[in-house]
């Protein structure tokens, strides 16, 4: 087998284990194939779109402006090029630009995933929070399954103290995901910041709930702790039964903490307890 065969079966293996290996694919196009490109055959505009890819990732804009150019001689309507060319816009900083072809994909296309998720991208680092949620909530009418956009609507939400909302979001990723103590914990600590007791009070059922899920979390530990103690405070809490009863949680939630802390396992706790602080 031919060296040039070589790279062209190494390009097909790394498109289909997804592997983006970017600095060895334009090297491979520099030396081997750009200077046999019309001998790419039917992969050649596939190539080229790994290869602009690459060069875009290793920051070789000349590369990548070529191979769109070879793109749009074959395919002058298509969206895919399109969100090449917005790429290189971005790459170039030129972000006015990279909105105006975005927008015009979605215009055709309003089913095109990758076009709303880059403008998503690009409004969340210009800190455009807003745009970004409206991008986001759009994006949602289409793909409500898309569990990694509701966290993240959840966290842009946050970031505006819009809590209300971010519990939403977090409620339809424990539909999605119902086992997973993280989500649960986060659903909790929303509801903790909200304030109010019936939001207090709700945030401890959801501490209990990621704690039966996954009995070393911590953070639902200390979770109840603290949403025990401001309820104990509150004024509201005027029954002796309900004062007992949370002196009671917190005499156990204490006991809890101290013997995590205690036992020889108690280095991993900590592990599993920072690493329970991530969603």
């Known amino acids: 087998m031919t060296d040039f065969k070589k790279d062209l079966e190494k390009l097909k293996q790394y498109r289909e284990n997804n592997d983006r290996n970017s600095r060895e694919v334009v090297q491979i196009w520099i030396k081997s194939l750009q200077p046999h490109k019309d001998k790419l055959g039917k992969e050649k505009h596939v190539i080229l779109e790994q290869v602009c890819i690459a060069a875009l990732d290793t920051f070789n804009l000349n590369i990548a402006e070529s191979c ?29 630009n990279a909105l105006i072809i975005l927008n015009n994909v979605i215009k055709q296309d309003p089913t095109n995933s990758s076009a709303r998720k880059r403008k998503i991208a690009i409004c969340k680092a210009f ?5 970004a949620i409206k991008e986001l909530t759009d994006y949602l009418k289409v793909y409500m399954a898309d569990i990694e956009a509701w966290q993240e609507l959840s966290e842009l939400y946050i970031s505006e103290f819009d809590y209300g909302k971010a519990a939403f979001c977090v409620e339809e990723l424990i539909l999605h995901n119902p086992h997973n103590h993280l989500l ?4 909790a600590d929303i509801k903790y910041s909200q304030g109010g007791l019936e ?12 704690l039966k899920l996954n009995p070393r979390n911590m953070r639902a530990l200390y979770g109840i702790y603290l949403t025990t103690s401001a309820m104990l ?19 156990w939630v204490l006991k809890e903490i101290k013997q995590k802390y205690s036992e020889k396992s108690a280095i991993e706790d900590i592990k599993q307890s920072l690493a329970a602080l991530e969603i």
Do not use: W
Not at 69 to 75: A, I, N, P
Not at 127 to 131: A, E, F, G
Not at 204 to 210: K, L
């Open 199 to 210: 939001n207090i009070e709700i945030a401890r059922t959801y501490y209990y709930q990621s």
């Open 68 to 96: 769109i150019k070879e793109l749009y001689v074959e395919f002058p309507n298509s969206c895919r090029v399109q969100i090449l060319e917005s790429m290189l816009n971005e790459a170039n900083d030129n972000h006015s």
């Open 127 to 131: 800190v455009k929070n807003s745009d």
């Open 233 to 251: 405070n509150t004024q509201k809490l005027v029954s002796g039964k309900k004062k007992d009863s949370a002196q009671k949680i917190l005499e």
């Open 184 to 187: 649960h914990q986060r659903y």
